[in-house]
């Protein structure tokens, strides 16, 4: 088997929530030791995130904390004791990336924070994800992603605009950072191989997510518009939009990108008289019309399955697609195809399916195992890698430092 | 810092990006446009709503840091000087359809012959193989794929999209960090590789529990701005004077008294009803009924518009409330926070006399990796300096070249 990129890397990792511990993740399932540190004293907040098997919680019962830190090991440390924390920089000298997601101050009360692993290893990473970043006047304001997509301007820029401003209901934020933030880890070792020296990367939530709405912002600064929500419009095409279908919540996307495609959909809709009609035969007519063009094509796929019309579409050449929920993920013959989902066992899940990332590579192969169960490789890493003797450990459960 | 890395960009609208983030780190990028430029020159907003290929906001946001060529890879002159540069290239992103550079002789094979250790990044729709891979589909159709249209809008009307198309940038976001990846691979073991990036796949990387809520509890994730809490539905964004802000109660022990800021502000405004006799503390969310959870909405919801988002803000700020307000991108442009960062970049434009503000550092390191060197290429800028003085082409190849439309 090939080499993974990060085997032999070791990441101390003190991430809860999202961001950070999908960061994590992309580490982990790339070849990296990471090492999560966690405690009954102070649960990540990803082990209590929906779902759970048959809807109970539990620590090691959550299919959220499952997706998002496949491939790690758990160790349990109360890091509010001087005991764990000395356990802590003792793996941060044997560690080449420490991660952490905490507000600002957490770290600094507990001695954990970078100008102190820097002494303990001098060519140290460490990577800080927080809402918005280390420093400014607001840098200690506390949130999650799911409200912070308000601020970054995403909530505003999405859904319609006579409703309230709807994003993705989820921390869609906290998903984007991982992405810039690896490549910032990366950056970071072929930086540390050229000069030996480590780094302090500071991400901050809202700055990394501006550059997915960047030409909004240039927008405001070059034209003075801030733009606003627009539904599913957008200038060049049209229609451009979704359409109900039979069934509960059932939509279908349709995009029309040319005239000759509007012609095409006329004809799958058997109303080739409508592609000549002079509401709609052109693209800037169609603009001037969308709303009853959206209508008449609302019309259409209101008594059909969302799969009979995508059928008739698809075969006629338009763009079209299924509005996928969780279900038609599962069943996607294109995601079932790659390989989307693919079962990891779990002693406590059973046989759940792991989400798999979006490349392919022969060569790099992302290794997945399936979610630690808390503290699970607590023994294992006080053994094997601080050399701890037995009755050292049990003294240290005794004491809750290990807890 | 990736200094030293050489990328050529072959992208289109789907996955600049990618070489973007890797140039924001220190790589040299090259984006290799067809004759006339890239298409995603075409959208909009354009600087002063004047729509020119150079002009193009869009294109702007996503091609700073990267010098341009112009080059018709389906000439066999075209091809073969594709070649002469992917030589002494680390990286290709491109993003044709599955099968188009293997035409055009440029696919990872043929590249590999003039450079075992390239590393070819393609992005594309679905993927380079499988039923769907010839579909040619849109932003909107890709982000209903995958998954995330059907999570984004309110619950009870339809969905509705993200303004700037998000797919886009979910694929080139993940391509740089695979191809991050790649490149740290190819440094340890030698070997360069294909790398094959599925935008739908890409948008359901984008989502957080919506497979596993399917997988686990046969239970479809829905959009909205209320959440499922337990047995009862609590909202996240409220109307205020003039805007909106985004905040949601807490009920649990430990968690309840988050509530109390809030309270206390609504307090001195007299606005507090009978909030304080509520069993914030006590109580776990999963025995809450929705007639409670509404009563209190009420009276939250009465209190917020009240009040403007700024007032909110600076007073969440002050008494630590976990609240953030729905910000425009005017707002954005005067927000403290990111001033007091120095995070928006002036680029200079001296082709239109201007200096132009961009969004700054996505990361801030102690070796400062991020920079912003240059504004994105005119069609075409690059041409003389990297086929006359990189390649070595006479000025006669070069007129020759630009007559026969391959430059």
Not at chain 1, 263 to 285: H, I, K, V, W, Y
Not at chain 1, 291 to 312: C, H, M, N, Y
Not at chain 1, 392 to 398: G, T
Request: net charge neutral.
């Amino acid at each position: 088997m090939a080499s993974l990129p990060l085997s032999g890397i070791r990441v101390v990792d003190y991430c809860w929530a999202v961001a950070g511990p999908v960061t994590a993740k992309y580490l982990a399932i790339m070849g990296a030791e990471v090492i999560k540190i966690e405690s009954r004293a102070r649960l990540d907040g990803g082990r209590l995130g929906n779902p759970f098997i048959e809807g109970k919680p539990g620590v090691n019962k959550s299919g959220y904390f499952a997706t998002h830190s496949p491939s790690k090991m758990s160790i349990r440390l109360d890091i509010s004791k001087p005991e764990a924390q000395a356990l802590i920089r003792r793996l941060v000298e044997t560690a080449d990336i420490v991660s952490e997601s905490f507000s600002t101050k957490v770290l600094r009360e507990h001695n954990l924070h970078y100008d102190e692993m820097k002494k303990l290893k001098p060519d140290i990473i460490m990577i800080s994800l927080t809402m918005q970043g280390q420093t400014g006047p607001f840098a200690h304001h506390v949130g999650f992603g799911r409200t912070l997509g308000g601020l970054a301007g995403v909530d505003n820029l999405t859904g319609w605009p006579n409703s309230n401003p709807a994003a993705p209901n989820q921390p869609y934020t906290d998903l984007i950072v991982p992405w810039f933030a690896v490549s910032a880890v990366i950056a970071a070792l072929r930086h540390r191989s050229a000069t030996g020296r480590g780094q302090y990367i500071d991400m901050s939530q809202l700055e990394a997510s501006e550059h997915f709405l960047e030409p909004a912002i240039l927008d405001y600064f070059v034209n003075g518009r801030s733009q606003k929500r627009v539904g599913n419009r957008t200038p060049g095409a049209a229609p451009h939009n979704v359409y109900p279908c039979r069934g509960f919540d059932r939509w279908v996307a349709i995009a029309v990108m040319s005239d000759a495609m509007w012609s095409s959909l006329c004809r799958a809709m058997g109303m080739p008289a409508l592609a000549a009609d002079e509401r709609f035969a052109t693209l800037l007519a169609r603009k001037r019309h969308e709303e009853a063009l959206d209508r008449i094509i609302g019309e259409w796929t209101q008594p059909q399955t969302v799969e009979e019309v995508v059928s008739k579409l698809r075969e006629a050449g338009v763009s079209t697609g299924v509005v996928a929920r969780g279900e038609d993920l599962h069943s996607d013959a294109q995601l079932r195809h790659r390989g989307h989902l693919r079962i990891v066992e779990h002693p406590v899940l059973g046989k759940p399916t792991q989400v798999w990332p979006s490349f392919r590579s022969a060569a790099m192969e992302p290794e997945m195992r399936r979610a630690p169960l808390l503290g699970e490789h607590t023994h294992q890493v006080c053994r094997d890698i601080l050399g701890l003797p037995p009755e050292e450990i049990k003294r240290l459960e005794e004491a809750q430092v290990l807890f | 810092m990736l200094t030293g890395y050489r990328i050529l960009d072959l992208t289109d609208e789907k996955g600049p990006l990618c070489s973007r983030i890797l140039g924001d780190l220190g790589a040299d990028v090259l984006k290799v446009e067809p004759p006339g430029g890239d298409r995603s020159r075409r959208i909009g907003p354009f600087y002063h709503d004047e729509p020119h290929p150079n002009k193009s906001l869009h294109f702007w946001s996503y091609n700073t840091n990267k010098l341009g060529v112009t080059l018709n890879l389906a000439t066999a002159d075209g091809g073969s000087l594709f070649k002469r540069l992917a030589a002494r290239a680390d990286v290709v992103v491109e993003s044709f359809m599955p099968g188009q550079m293997k035409a055009w002789g440029l696919d990872y094979q043929d590249l590999r012959a003039v450079n075992p250790r390239i590393i070819v990044t393609s992005i594309t729709p679905y993927g380079q193989t499988g039923p769907d891979a010839q579909y040619d589909d849109s932003d909107l159709v890709l982000m209903a794929r995958g998954g995330l249209l059907y999570m984004s809008g309110e619950a009870d009307g339809p969905p509705g999209r993200t303004r700037v198309p998000q797919s886009w940038n979910q694929a080139g976001a993940q391509a740089a960090m695979v191809t991050t990846l790649a490149l740290h691979h190819r440094d340890r073991y030698g070997v360069g590789q294909h790398i094959d990036v599925s935008m739908q796949e890409a948008v359901a990387n984008a989502l957080i529990s919506v497979q596993s809520h399917w997988d686990i509890l046969r239970v479809n994730e829905r959009r909205g701005t209320s959440q499922v809490r337990g047995k009862v539905i609590g909202r996240y964004s409220w109307p205020c004077k003039d805007g909106y802000i985004n905040w949601c109660w807490w009920v649990a022990p430990g968690w309840g008294q988050k509530n109390y800021p809030l309270l206390e502000w609504m307090t001195e405004m007299g606005m507090q009803g009978d909030l304080w006799d509520q069993p914030w503390e006590e109580k776990s969310t999963a025995e809450l009924t929705q007639k409670e959870v509404d009563h209190w909405e009420d009276v939250f919801g009465a209190f917020f518009k009240t009040q403007t988002k700024a007032e909110i803000y600076k007073q969440a700020l002050k008494r630590r409330i976990m609240l953030f307000p729905t910000y425009e991108p005017s707002d954005l442009a005067s927000y403290e926070q990111l001033r007091a960062r120095n995070y928006w970049q002036q680029v200079e434009h001296p082709e239109l006399g201007v200096k132009v503000t961009y969004p700054g550092p996505f990361v801030q390191t102690t070796s400062n990796m991020w920079s912003l060197r240059r504004r994105p290429p005119l069609v075409g800028e690059h041409n003389t300096e990297v086929y006359e003085k990189d390649l070595g082409l006479s000025k006669q190849q070069i007129i020759s070249l630009k007559s026969a439309g391959v430059i």
